[in-house]
């Protein structure tokens, strides 16, 4: 079964602090991983995409790896500030047609 | 949220009763899709169109109808068959058609509750 499973479900952190969020994920045929921020109340905004052959990808203080032979996914977001507080969702692509999401990563940041 | 409107933020609606929820898009994308999102759960795909007057069911049809009459617009109706209908609804639109392969973008969301 396809499935994309994130850890940990909730994580709490102070202001100007690191945190790592986890993906792991049984799909197949692999074709990309994208990582998604979504505030509350709000729609998905795409972080960043990786294709089998990319190992990382970075998109301001956000750095996503990912690890085809293990099937995991990171998300590594530096010095946080109080607006990197939202959910954090991981999708991973079936083949060429469908999506599957994560359940989420709700990161609280804190002055 | 890109290009892409849905209205109104919040509705709320009898038991029994239709509703429509709107989605626009000024993208020139050709793929919309329909979401629904529930908490603890990962969103789910609804209804999906890779062109004009033509639409697809995604994983989660049923007690739902949408139309694709214009490339800007594509309005999903919540019927009084579906069983649980409160829920966040997102809306999406994409460059190239296939849902997998390229990004796509999400609308602000509507927030239905049926009572």
């Known amino acids: 079964k396809n499935q994309v499973e994130q850890s940990p479900q909730s994580l709490i952190i102070l202001e100007g602090k690191n945190c790592t969020l986890q993906?792991?994920?049984?799909?197949?045929?692999?074709?990309?991983l994208r990582w998604y921020k979504q505030d509350t109340g709000r729609g998905p905004v795409s972080l960043t995409i990786?294709?089998?052959?990319?190992n990382t990808k970075s998109n301001g203080r956000y750095t996503a790896t990912l690890d085809a032979d293990t099937k995991q996914s990171s998300l590594h977001i530096t010095a946080s500030q109080l607006s990197d507080s939202a959910s954090y969702i991981c999708?991973?692509?079936?083949?060429?047609?469908?999506?599957?999401f994560g359940t989420g990563t709700r990161l609280q940041v804190f002055p | 949220d890109g290009g892409i409107t849905q209205s109104p933020k919040y509705l709320f609606r009898k038991e029994g009763q239709n509703v429509t929820l709107s989605c626009e898009q000024n993208?020139?994308?050709?793929?919309m899709y329909w979401y629904r999102q529930d908490p603890g759960q990962g969103l789910r795909l609804i209804y999906y169109?890779?062109?004009?007057?033509?639409?697809q069911k995604g994983d989660i049809a049923e007690g739902y109808s949408v139309s694709r009459e214009k490339k800007e617009s594509f309005p999903l109706t919540v019927t009084s068959a579906q069983k649980n209908p409160t829920a966040f609804y997102l809306c999406?639109?994409?460059?190239?058609?296939?849902?997998?392969?390229?990004?796509?973008?999400f609308g602000p969301g509507t927030r239905l509750t049926v009572t």
């Open positions: 999406a639109s994409s460059t190239v058609p296939g849902l997998a392969g390229n990004e796509q973008y």
């Open positions: 993906c792991n994920y049984t799909v197949s045929p692999f074709s990309n």
């Open positions: 990786m294709t089998f052959s990319e």
């Open positions: 999708v991973v692509s079936v083949n060429t047609d469908k999506l599957i």
């Open positions: 993208l020139n994308h050709d793929a």
């Open positions: 169109s890779q062109i004009v007057n033509d639409f």
